[in-house]
């Protein structure tokens, strides 16, 4: 089956490596023309004009904003694709693969019977935080992030680390303490660290069996790795998101460095933002 990947963002990047074996992409298209003549893993990026030359049996529209995703199906319409179309959208509403990996890894410590509290960096609106309090209901969770977005001095450090990097002071502002705490299904549990981190960063944190690593930029991942990867009990587990991830690239390059410098091998998921497993052997 010939296919044709709809985008070559970070989704179509994962979309690619969803196919089962005999699905052949032939193409991505983009309505971007920089990506014009460009290549993804050897295969082109191509004009939607284009689309309909390579006769595709099956295009993916691999956009995760469900608006842009129905505009993109109306465009293929229009330019006279009739055959099946595939759509992020109702794969998201019913899948969510890094939430998947959080429950199997809860489960391994779990029977392994790891001693250590759980903690988040990057909390953002408590989703993701929400689900290790539940899966872990006796442990203390710790979360730290700023509750106000992104700090200014870890953006300007992002944009001369990565130049590309479309960060600001409003990504990720709406969210709160109470609305995180509200969210959490154990809040006695939670113990909150509002702030520019590491500033946060207690000296006697506990040691730890898991850690989510979500502040998406360069900076704090780096000192996150650098925080709480010393204080993994064996076996310990930091899932870190957006680790291969095309939109947040100072994720990469700080777990690069940190790995290097550690002598260590990121794990890579398949799920859309490109996120990686680090895992304590002793």
Request: aromatic content about 10%; hydrophobic content about 40%; overall charge negative.
């Given at each position: ?87 992020l959208t109702p794969l998201r509403e019913r899948l969510d693969l890094r939430l998947a990996c959080l429950r ?179």
């Amino acid at each position: 089956m010939n296919i044709v990947i709809f985008g070559c963002g970070q989704a179509g990047r994962m979309v690619r490596n969803w196919l089962p074996a005999g699905n052949n992409p032939v193409a991505y298209a983009d309505n971007d023309p920089r990506k014009w003549g460009t290549y993804i893993c050897r295969i082109p990026v191509i004009p939607p004009s284009d689309l309909l030359s390579v006769q595709p049996d099956l295009v993916w529209i691999a956009v995760v904003n469900r608006e842009a995703s129905l505009s993109i199906e109306r465009q293929l319409r229009d330019l006279g694709y009739h055959g099946p179309i595939q759509s992020l959208t109702p794969l998201r509403e019913r899948l969510d693969l890094r939430l998947a990996c959080l429950r199997l890894l809860a489960e391994q410590i779990r029977e392994r019977e790891l001693p250590g509290a759980v903690a988040e960096l990057g909390v953002y609106q408590g989703m993701f935080a929400a689900e290790i309090n539940r899966l872990f209901p006796e442990r203390p969770l710790y979360l730290f992030d700023t509750f106000e977005g992104f700090s200014q001095e870890d953006i300007e450090k992002e944009k001369k680390i990565t130049p590309s990097a479309r960060v600001s002071a409003e990504d990720f502002q709406d969210t709160g303490v109470e609305e995180v705490l509200a969210r959490l299904p154990y809040p006695e549990q939670a113990i909150i660290y509002k702030g520019h981190f590491p500033d946060t960063l207690p000296q006697d944190l506990p040691p730890l069996a898991f850690v989510s690593l979500d502040p998406d930029l360069y900076e704090p991942v780096w000192h996150g790795l650098n925080a709480f990867w010393p204080r993994l009990v064996p076996g310990g587990v930091i899932l870190i998101h957006d680790c291969f991830s095309a939109q947040f690239e100072g994720v990469g390059k700080a777990v690069r460095r940190f790995c290097q410098e550690q002598n260590l091998t990121v794990l890579p998921l398949a799920d859309l933002h490109g996120s990686g497993v680090l895992i304590r052997q002793g």
